[in-house]
């Protein structure tokens, strides 16, 4: 009897990525022999958040969008880097064997975060973390008019109370006031008289 092949361990990872693939394809296949498959124009149609996408796709976006974006997934990826020191920081052997290396850990990571702070400070410095707000411009004139004249007419607006509609009342009826006829002026006559020639065999 030989001895026994023990799996090295990137067999134990082919072994998971390979069991991994198979069970999502059978997850899929499940998936598609079980669910009903009837498509209509409203699930064809493209769904973002509850809204009807309306217009082309080829917009232009800020590009403040993209940096937000890019300094999010910087900032999430770098957190990544804290299970290794925490593995290293929180084992007991390591620190047993040497009391300087959780030392050693703990300096490393105030190096990292303070690496990690001074970046998040320059970016919201630099403004790229603020939100793209309209900011308001107050207009300014060189009229002298007292504020408290302001004041009075909005407080003459204010107490202004609209009539409530009563069928009962007689209505009023505007007198359309006709502008008086002009005097007629006598008709003159025309400043020369015409004369007409007589043929010469009458």
């Known amino acids: 009897m030989g001895d026994v092949v023990q799996i090295s361990e990137f067999g134990k990872i082919l072994i998971f990525l390979i069991t991994g693939i198979i069970l999502v394809c059978l997850i899929f296949f499940v998936n598609r022999l079980m669910s009903p498959n009837h498509p209509n124009a409203e699930k064809l149609s493209s769904y973002e958040c509850g809204e009807e996408p309306t217009g082309s796709a080829w917009l232009p976006f800020n590009s403040r969008f993209y940096v937000i974006a890019l300094v999010f997934l910087l900032f999430e990826v770098e957190m990544v880097f804290v299970f290794p020191w925490a593995t290293v920081f929180g084992s007991h052997e ?109």
């Open 94 to 202: 390591i620190n047993n064997f040497d009391p300087r290396w959780g030392m050693l850990s703990l300096i490393e990571m105030f190096l990292f975060l303070g690496v990690l702070i001074l970046g998040l400070v320059y970016v919201w410095c630099k403004g790229d973390l603020d939100w793209i707000k309209p900011k308001p411009i107050t207009p300014t004139t060189d009229v002298k008019i007292p504020t408290s004249l302001y004041d009075q007419l909005n407080t003459e607006q204010s107490t202004y109370v609209v009539r409530q509609f009563n069928m009962e009342q007689t209505p009023v009826v505007a007198t359309i006031e006709t502008p008086a006829a002009p005097t007629s002026q006598p008709i003159r006559k025309p400043m020369f008289k015409p004369t007409f020639k007589k043929p010469s065999d009458e």
